[in-house]
């Protein structure tokens, strides 16, 4: 069964499923972070993607290490300096079903730490976009970059290189950004992205500002999401989300349900060199 064509079946969340659908998710993420001048590459057992010009780890990661225990654990320590030679300061693996059910022993002796638990997340429910959302402009970059930079504890030259990289989007027929302006502060309230390709669509940025949140500015501005990369050809539509609690409930309300796990894996390059 391809998923593409039936994403509403039940048995997409038969493990079994799971590593074709991961596949999917993983194609257009790398996709995605490739946007203007990342690259898409083997390394070992790994595919990888690298963009200098990205200072988020969605430019910059790993997935589908796949292949004997022995060629994965020589991928990880390859892909420490594969990161290294381009400039990043931490290699980081995105474990899913496309990769070998021993990874979490494997990484353990390579060093590698799991840093974050995800689930990967299936769009089901359709929602009514808000009015309040628009496209946003080459004037809201700076205020998006700052809100993004808040959130994730960007320096200042990573809020530069991120005006850069949504500049580059904001110019890709396959992205999708959207804000939500805030009237009381003349700032960028909300901010979410997307992006669709060959049938699939992302839903891989939601941020908030803390003094607005619990407002309804986040599930509206991931219906208007939605519906674009809807309108743009994607027949799925995924996301990743951080498992239980708040995360949780937000994307069952805004129509989204967990189908399979996601292990984030990193190792400090920087750590390396010392």
């Not at 984030?264 to 390396?272: F, M, N, W």
Request: with cysteine; hydrophobic share 40%; glycine share 10%.
């Amino acid at each position: 069964m391809d998923p593409l064509h039936d994403p509403d079946d039940e048995a997409l969340l038969d493990p079994r499923q799971a590593r074709e659908l991961a596949g999917l998710v993983e194609t257009a993420r790398l996709a995605s972070g490739a946007i203007r001048y990342g690259r898409i590459g083997r390394v070992g057992a790994a595919t990888v993607v690298l963009n200098q010009d990205d200072p988020l780890p969605a430019g910059n990661h790993a997935v589908g290490l796949w292949g004997t225990l022995a060629e994965v654990a020589t991928t990880l320590l390859t892909l420490e300096r594969s990161f290294a030679d381009a400039g990043r300061p931490e290699a980081i693996v995105y474990a899913s079903p496309t990769t070998v059910a021993e990874i979490e022993g494997i990484a353990d002796d390579s060093g590698w730490r799991a840093v974050e638990e995800q689930m990967a997340l299936l769009h089901r429910e359709d929602k009514t976009p808000s009015r309040d959302v628009r496209p946003a402009t080459d004037d809201d970059l700076r205020g998006i970059a700052e809100l993004i930079g808040d959130d994730a504890g960007l320096s200042d030259d990573g809020e530069r290189r991120l005006v850069r990289t949504l500049a580059h989007r904001g110019d890709d027929p396959r992205c999708v950004l959207r804000v939500v302006d805030d009237p009381e502060t003349d700032r960028i309230a909300g901010f979410a992205q997307g992006f669709a390709e060959r049938g699939v669509g992302l839903v891989e940025q939601v941020v908030v500002r803390p003094g607005r949140r619990r407002r309804g500015i986040g599930s509206s501005l991931v219906a208007e999401v939605v519906d674009e990369v809807r309108a743009r050809g994607a027949r799925l539509v995924a996301a990743h989300g951080d498992e239980g609690g708040a995360a949780e409930r937000f994307a069952d309300e805004c129509g989204f349900e967990a189908v399979y796990p996601v292990t984030a894996y990193a190792r400090r390059v920087d750590e390396l060199l010392d």
